[in-house]
Nanobody
Framework: QVHLVESGGGLVQPEGSLRLSCAASGSIFSIDAMGWYRQAPGKQRELVATITTGGSTNYADSVKGRFTISRDNAKNTVYLQMNSLKPEDTAVYYC????????????????WGQGTQVTVSS
């Protein structure tokens, strides 16, 4: 079994900062791409940021210049540093990782964290 555990969510004021963490554990052979998604009330889940094994990143236009995704391969962890937060950033944030499990087939599979609530309000 592979599990992703998120932490770091909470209530922050506009223009504030928050750092989310997501750590994977289990029978992991390797982890490929990592990413963060979010789902605001009444909206569909959207991509926030991704990072490849080589460190290449991409961001949603709405968060460019404010959010930074990073990874620590030794810790099987992905981070999302969120600065200059806006009320419209309020959402449940989910991490996702493409993980190759320690099996004979070694087929990659997308795993998801449990979600963490981020609320930006004064």
């Amino acid at each position: 079994q592979v599990h992703l555990v998120e932490s770091g969510g909470g209530l922050v004021q506009p223009e504030g900062s928050l750092r989310l963490s997501c750590a994977a554990s289990g029978s992991i052979f390797s982890i490929d791409a990592m990413g963060w998604y979010r789902q605001a009330p009444g909206k569909q889940r959207e991509l926030v940021a991704t990072i490849t094994t080589g460190g290449s990143t991409n961001y949603a236009d709405s968060v460019k210049g404010r959010f930074t995704i990073s990874r620590d391969n030794a810790k099987n962890t992905v981070y999302l540093q969120m600065n200059s937060l806006k009320p419209e950033d309020t959402a449940v944030y989910y991490c996702s990782m493409k993980i190759v499990v320690l099996t004979r087939t070694r087929v990659p599979y997308d795993y998801w964290g449990q979600g963490t609530q981020v609320t930006v309000s004064s």
